[in-house]
């Protein structure tokens, strides 16, 4: 058998260039070339994983069907790529460092003094190569967070230095770094990528790609200097000129001949059998939709809106689908209140209340249910978003004026979302939610069995609360109906109105699941939903 490849993607200069989108992109084409790909990330912060992190930090926290809290980077692997990942794509610092302490612990290293080098990364290596081991994939790209030069990422770069000795010509590094472009004098300089290069040396990795960030062509002057003062190929400097969308990319890579680069490099076959025809179809659908419409994203992370990432690529996607052009309107639910709310929400075409943790704005999102409710205005809920759509029918149509979470208020006369019985004693925050791929099994003749098709599925959940269904029965008289139900716990999924013409609340997260080759179901049939609502407004 063949064995595995590896690529490194390093950064230089600055943070947040793309590495991500470079990664995912270079998979997409070796993938299209028929090469079995995966990527992992290496994220060099402490915590053992974002779990815990405030998104205001670290963005959306993704999660992977085995139930892992991830780096958002991993919902751009599978949108690209369509396949799932897993714990094993993402290593941080603090989940290195927790497994050889408890080896220390154990006596595993049989009283040696435990160090950076070779212990800590040792097991870097042998996380790096976890994936490559299964004999699953024949390319594994690690992209390795961080700058080149960051205190914190120096394991990680030794790491990789003794990985590319050790497996030879089966590796490779490609660097993305800037070229930054100077209006003051018209010029595009090399030298922050001739500074990054050489930082790079110095901890012993000479880069075999160099992929640059520009605003401007490079032109064939730039490369050759490039090439010439970071001892690479001309043609292993590659142009990444910024595009209108990061699906755009894997085309400008194919154009500038990354894969080609990459294969020849690993000594692999260059076959005239690159299939981008789906891809180029999708775009094609993005960039020149025939309708559009609004929807409201209400949450209270919309200052950074990489706190709902996959919700935002979801729409993206579904809207391709449905040639249409889906326009966000950033929403933050602190400040919705009764006396705006119309105003505010005038003119949207359907109304998302994403997910979320505590009760800082709630009551906006509160108010937001009730305006698309009553409005008959495409609706869906997403987690906190589904609870809250519970909690304003049981206050608006039940009569239960207090009606509320046991998370919002313990003390709540109708507490009709509470605490999942297998949480009430526990104590550690991290890792420890309702996570990953669970069963639900659906209503026939409902909106949701409508939009999968299909009686059973698998969604991925992060939650600790639930539906109470100790008032089920008063919802269901009232019109609010269970039609997804988990097999074997019994707890309610997700939840409609029949009498709305769109109203669904989900306990899960669907965004997790949307990759460009298949649209999650729920936000394509939620995007024809306000496509039918916003032509009924002009009819």
């Known amino acids: 058998m063949p064995s595995t490849k590896y690529i490194f993607v390093t950064g230089g ?30 994220d060099p912060y402490i915590n053992i994983d974002p779990g815990t992190l405030n998104p205001y930090e670290h963005g959306e926290c993704f999660v992977t069907d085995d139930g892992a809290e991830t780096d958002l980077d991993l919902g751009h692997y599978e949108r690209f790529l369509n396949r799932p990942t897993s714990q094993a794509n993402n290593v941080t610092t603090g989940r290195v460092y927790q497994t050889v302490i408890n080896k220390e612990r154990r006596g595993d290293y049989l009283g040696k003094t435990v160090q950076v080098i070779p212990h800590i990364t040792d097991e870097i290596k042998r996380r790096i190569q976890l994936l490559g081991n299964t004999g699953e994939f024949e390319i594994i790209i690690t992209e390795i967070g961080g700058t080149v030069g960051d205190i914190e990422a120096l394991p990680y770069i ?8 050790e497996l030879g010509e089966d590796s490779l590094v490609v660097h993305l770094t800037l070229v930054p472009y100077l209006a003051a004098t018209g010029e595009l300089k090399t030298k922050p990528t001739q500074h990054s290069v050489q930082k790079l040396q110095e901890s012993g990795i000479q880069p075999d790609i160099l992929v640059c960030r520009t605003e401007h062509d490079l032109g064939e002057d730039i490369r050759r200097k490039l090439a010439q003062f970071c001892n690479v190929k001309k043609e292993a400097v590659v142009q990444s000129i910024d595009a209108e969308t990061i699906y755009a990319v894997p085309i400008l890579m194919r154009n500038q001949h990354l894969d080609e680069v990459v294969l ?61 052009r889906v326009k966000i309107r950033w929403i933050h639910s602190e400040n919705l209140s009764l006396d705006n709310i119309a105003k505010t929400l005038d003119g949207l075409d359907g109304i998302l209340v994403a997910p979320g943790f505590g009760e800082r704005g709630f009551d906006g999102k509160i108010e937001a249910i009730r305006h698309a409710r009553e409005s008959k205005i495409p609706f869906l809920g997403i987690c906190l978003g589904m609870q809250a759509a519970v909690i304003e029918f049981g206050r608006n ?35 420890t939610m309702r996570l990953g791929a669970c069963a639900c099994d659906l209503k026939e003749g409902s909106k949701a069995f409508a939009v999968y098709r299909r009686k059973g599925i698998s969604e991925r959940h ?6 109470n269904n100790k008032y089920l029965a008063e919802y269901e008289a009232k019109g609010m109906i269970a039609t997804g139900i988990n097999p074997d716990m019994s707890l309610v999924e997700i939840v409609e109105v029949p009498e709305h013409p769109w109203f669904m609340g989900v306990q899960f997260h669907p965004e997790y699941k949307s990759t460009v080759a298949n649209p999650h179901p729920l936000f394509v049939k939620f995007v024809e939903a306000a496509i039918k609502y916003s032509e009924s407004l002009k009819a």
């Open 13 to 42: 200069v600055t943070s947040s260039l793309g590495k991500g989108i470079i990664s995912a992109s270079l998979a997409t084409l070796l993938q299209s070339r028929g090469y079995s790909v995966t990527i992992q990330k290496l």
């Open 462 to 467: 992060r939650h600790r609360f639930e539906f």
């Open 158 to 165: 030794e790491a990789v230095r003794q990985l590319r000795w």
């Open 264 to 324: 020849k490099r690993l000594n692999l076959p260059i076959d005239d059998n690159l299939d981008l025809v789906n891809w180029k179809d999708f775009l094609y659908k993005l960039r020149y939709p025939k309708l559009e419409v609004e929807i409201g994203l209400i949450g209270k992370y919309v200052e950074l809106h990489d706190s709902y990432k996959s919700i935002v690529e979801s729409f993206i996607h579904a809207g391709a689908s449905n040639e249409c």
């Open 397 to 431: 149509v039940l009569g239960w004026e207090d009606a509320n979470s046991t998370e919002m208020n313990r003390e709540t006369s109708y507490p009709v979302i509470d605490i999942m019985e297998e949480q009430k004693n526990v104590t550690d925050k991290g890792g």
